[in-house]
Each structure stands twice: as C-alpha cells, then as structure tokens.
C-alpha cells in the first residue's frame, strides 16, 4: 500500500487503538473498561487490515470483540452490582515498576531490532490456514470453546438470587 491514505490510517488507528487501551487501565467502571478494550481490538483488526491480512482482522473482530469481550461483559452485567467498580489496590506502585520496566525493554528491542522489509511471499494462505485450524488445531478450539461456555454458565450462576435457586429448587 503506498500513498497517504494508509499513512493517515496508521496513525488515526494509533490514536484511537493507545487512547482506548489507556482508558482500559484508567477507567474505574468495569462496563466503560470493557467498552475501551472492544474499541481496543477493533484498532488492532483495523492494523490487520492496513497489513493485508483479512483473515486475521475478521477473526480478531469475531474472536476478541465477538467472543471474549462479549463473555467478559456478561460476566460483569450477570454478577451482583457490589463488585462492578474498579478500586484503588495496593498492587498500584508494583503495577507502575513493572509498567516502566516493560516500557524500558520494548524501546531497547525496537531500537536494536533489524527492520528491513521482506519482499518474499510466506507461503501460507487462507486456504491452508483454515485446513489447518479444522485439522490440527481442531482439539484446541473445541477445548476454548468449552471453557468459555463453562465460564458463561458460571457468570449465570452467580448472578442467581436466592429466590431464583429456591424456584429451580421446588419445581
């Protein structure tokens, strides 16, 4: 892709993809929290898409956004109103520490990486992909699948009042 039309994309999805990633980390609200990640891995889909890979934009809007944030949401509007925000923790100055750290060992790795472009087709396409994830990866996403439809039940079941139970429980 060249002109200036990916460029300006590039650095409006940046914007939006690091502004809604920090309100993630600030926001005290769980529900506004997980309404900045949904727009935080829409951005990613959206880099995806400036790459040239269709398939990974679509299984990131349909995986992330579609499956996890929408369990995660779920969870959170399932369970009882008591622990929906977002308090101070003693973790904060270790979060902070660990947070600079991180920050110091990305900048060293992109200043001493190699970032010369590759030319070379990586032989993979969407077809072998999607062999591949029906054949050998198969057991993998069957047992995601099973965990998360294990977590939705369980966000159910705490979000259950007493009354509800002592329904279930008569009839």
């Keep these: 892709m060249d002109g200036a039309g990916p460029t300006i994309?590039?650095?409006i999805?940046?914007?939006?993809?690091?502004?809604?990633?920090?309100?993630?980390?600030?926001s005290r609200n769980l529900l506004h929290a997980v309404l900045f990640l949904i727009l935080t891995?829409?951005?990613?889909?959206?880099?995806?898409v400036l790459l040239s890979a269709?398939?990974?934009?679509?299984?990131?809007?349909?995986?992330?956004?579609?499956?996890?944030?929408?369990?995660?949401?779920?969870?959170?509007?399932l369970t009882p109103r008591a622990g929906r925000d977002n308090g101070e923790t003693k973790m904060l100055l270790?979060?902070?520490?660990?947070?600079?750290?991180?920050?110091a060992v990305f900048l060293f790795v992109i200043q001493d990486a190699n970032w010369s472009e590759v030319s070379a087709d990586p032989g993979l396409g969407a077809a072998q992909l999607g062999e591949a994830l029906l054949t050998t990866w198969v057991l993998p996403f069957e047992i995601a699948?099973?965990?998360l439809t294990a977590a939705l039940v369980g966000a159910i079941m705490l979000?259950?009042?007493?009354?509800?139970?002592?329904?279930?429980?008569l009839a």
């Design 94 to 103: 270790p979060g902070l520490l660990l947070s600079v750290c991180l920050a």
């Design 54 to 77: 269709d398939f990974l934009a679509m299984a990131q809007v349909i995986i992330y956004v579609g499956a996890i944030a929408v369990l995660v949401l779920f969870a959170i509007l």
């Design 41 to 48: 891995f829409v951005g990613v889909a959206g880099f995806f």
């Design 159 to 169: 979000a259950r009042s007493p009354q509800e139970e002592a329904e279930d429980a």
């Design 145 to 147: 699948s099973v965990l």
């Design 9 to 11: 994309a590039f650095w």
């Design 13 to 26: 999805l940046s914007a939006v993809t690091l502004v809604a990633a920090g309100g993630v980390m600030v």
